[in-house]
């Protein structure tokens, strides 16, 4: 209200709300962060990230590329069904998935943008079918959702405050 009315304090309350916004910014920053993991546009980082992790190949026994399609509900995902195309010399695969983030209403919120998942939905494939469309490849120990539950837990409790 001082900075509103210019009054004989204005220029000290501007700095503080400068530095209170600067403050809150950098302490939301992580959780920011995560948050465009979920979906940016056409796509999941996350989604990206999870298959990678699954797949758990070893060092670079083969060149793998990971894309994402991000679809507007579950009942779109149930749908949609992931591929995989390989070639041989040298071990290629490009895995292409798909991925929804669901977001529960919030009656209260009137902003435009979303502000936080309760789910993100993800089809991908096995280490297994890889295996046996690349038989040469080499891999990590196998990993399972739980895996991906639990990194995904270990990167919220990193990130927050």
């Not at 210019?6 to 939301?28: K, V, Y």
């Not at 990206?48 to 083969?62: E, K, P």
């Not at 309760?118 to 295996?131: D, F, G, H, P, R």
């Amino acid at each position: 209200m001082e900075v509103a009315r210019a009054g004989p304090a204005a220029d000290q309350a501007a700095d503080l709300l400068r530095e209170s916004f600067n403050s809150t910014g950098q302490f939301l920053a992580p959780l920011f962060d995560l948050q465009q993991l979920e979906a940016d546009g056409d796509s999941s980082e996350w989604a990206r990230f999870a298959q990678t992790f699954l797949l758990n190949i070893a060092g670079d026994s083969v060149a793998l590329e990971v894309e994402s399609t991000h679809v507007p509900d579950l009942t779109t995902l149930e749908s949609r069904h992931w591929s995989v195309n390989v070639t041989q010399d040298p071990p290629q695969a490009s895995v292409h998935m798909y991925s929804s983030v669901e977001i529960p209403p919030n009656p209260f919120d009137i902003s435009l943008d979303p502000t936080t998942s309760s789910e993100i939905a993800v089809k991908m494939t096995s280490q297994e079918n890889l295996a046996s469309l690349l038989p040469s490849t080499q891999f990590g120990e196998n990993r399972s959702c739980l895996d991906i539950n639990q990194a995904a837990l270990s990167s919220a409790l990193a990130a927050a405050p």
